[in-house]
Structure formats: C-alpha cells, structure tokens
C-alpha cells in the first residue's frame, strides 16, 4: 500500500495500481487498498475499470464515505450525473453520521456534479452555503465557475475577492479575479487586480493574455 502511494506521487500510475491491486489481494477486508487501487484508475481516465474496485471497497465497508465518493466520481465521469448525485449525497452523510467532519469535500463534489449537468444555480447555493473563510482553492474555483455558467461573471469576480481577501498572498486569486472582471465588461477593475499580481512577482507572460479578453 505505501509503495502504491509513493509510485503515485512519482507518477508511475500502472505501477501504483499493479501495488494496490496486490495490497488488495492480500487483504480484501480492507476496503483502502480498493479504493486506492479505484482512484488510481480514476487518475487514468479509466472510470468503467475503476467502478467494480469502489463497488468492492463499498462491499468491504458500507459506511466508509470514500467507497460512495469514488463511485460518484466514476458515475460522472460517465455523465450518468443523478446516480452520481445520489452517490456523492450519500459519501457526504456517512461522514457527518461518523463524525469525521462536516462533509465540505463532498459538497464541493456534489457541486461539480450539479454544474456539470446543467444545473449551475443550484451548484452555486450548495457552495455559498459554506462560509467564506472556510473556502478553499478548490471550492472557490467551483464556486466561482458554477457564476460563470449562468454568466454572472461579476460575481464569479467577487468569489476571487473574497478569497483573496481571506489568502492576500495568493497570486493565483489576483489572476482570476482579473479574468472574470474582464469577462464582465470591467477593464478597469480588471486592471487593479493585474497591477496588484504584477507588484506581487508575477510574470508578464501570465498577465498580457488576460488583458487581451474581451
């Protein structure tokens, strides 16, 4: 199993997966090396071979929230969105029931699967229900694309902000915040956001492609 993981980090994904296979031969009781072995596949874009090895883990330990996670993510890989949804709802409420924390991954999860399949506004709810300095990259970036989808780039804006506000160092918020504001016809909000990421380091090579939006 650390061999699966550390071949995993060097990026070596068939080794990884042939290690958690075997972690998994030897100890099928144990539903982590299935859905280590699953998500290796995931990693692959190989979401049909992956979903027997999260029914496996979800066999293993029924009330484990990564086995159901890990079958939403294969269901919406396959844009079969509503049995992912239900799987996804069903990973966030086993760990609430456990106590392991209030779900926040899943949410995000669920949010992506929501915008996916055509329903942004309701992605975009699920997320501003988390307060803001709770926020990470990851569900900012949702966030922020799920107002994009229904073209309220303005306020995808904002959620760069306010992210931003919460991390002032990250350089990657200025950038978005800048593309967005474009996107919504402000230039000139764009511009601070732009001169701001330029005096913190950033290059003009990431910058001059955003001032070219229109």
């Known amino acids: 199993h650390e061999a699966g993981i ?11 997966l042939q290690l958690h296979q075997r972690a998994s ?6 539903a982590t090396h299935a859905i280590f072995a699953a998500n290796v596949l995931t990693m692959m874009d190989r979401p049909r071979e992956a979903a027997p090895w999260f029914e496996r883990a979800i066999q293993a330990a029924p009330e484990e929230p990564w086995g159901w996670a890990g079958r939403a993510e294969c269901l ?7 049995e992912a949804l239900v799987a996804v709802r069903s990973a966030r409420q086993r ?12 949410r995000v999860a669920e949010a992506r699967i929501l915008r996916e399949a055509g329903r942004p506004g309701e992605a975009a709810n699920l997320l501003f229900a988390i307060r803001a300095g ?3 990259l990851g569900s900012t970036r ?5 107002c994009a989808a229904m073209d309220r780039h303005a306020k995808a804006a904002e959620v760069w902000e306010r992210y931003n506000r919460a991390r002032p160092e990250d350089t990657s918020s200025m950038l978005e915040a800048a593309r967005c504001w474009m996107r919504a016809g402000e230039p000139q909000r764009a511009a601070a956001w732009l001169e701001l990421a330029e005096s913190s380091g950033v290059d003009s090579t990431r910058l001059d492609p955003i001032r070219t939006i229109r």
């Open 95 to 106: 760990a609430i029931t456990r106590g392991t924390g209030s779900g926040f991954a899943f």
């Open 76 to 82: 919406r890989q396959l844009e079969r969105y509503e």
């Open 25 to 30: 031969a030897l100890d099928e009781t144990d």
């Open 6 to 16: 550390a071949a995993t980090g060097a990026r070596r994904l068939p080794q990884a």
């Open 134 to 136: 709770e926020h990470t």
């Open 142 to 146: 949702e966030l922020a694309a799920a």
